[in-house]
């Protein structure tokens, strides 16, 4: 009697499982310390959030409730682009306040593509909460800037949302 595929054991598929997804650290600055690297993507990945739970999530309210809202938390615009750092291991996330991009023209220019130049977010003042700015630096061209990685589904993955 022949066994159905599935009860020898054996995993058969037609490809191979999708990799695990590596998780890349988000960055921002500490008074004194930038941060920054090379740009990858085309442009930032804008998301309206919430200050909950010493972290930042996105506000859900599209999806009829959303727990910031309903404390009655502020909305803030958080900007993140896909860089590669490598003092972080290569790839990471960097975040963008609104008042980081409201200080660089190359960040305020929409029509700009921003891959493959080098930027860095550092505080003004010495206070952890002091203001965030943004600088394009001068930089010779890479040649072999890798590939963007999905920075959504790397933010996704930080949140611990669900693909819907
Ligand atoms: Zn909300």
Redesign the pocket.
Known sequence: MDEPASANGIQWTNAPPAAPGRCYRILSPRPGTPVGGVILGREILGVIT?WMDSRTLP???VLGH?E??SAGLP?RWKGYLAILAPGEGRFAILEITEEARRSCEALRDQERNLRGERIMVFRRGTSKRSAVQAQILPFALQPNLPESFDLKEALHRIWRLHWT
């Open positions: 919430h506000c859900m309210k959303c910031g809202c909305k």
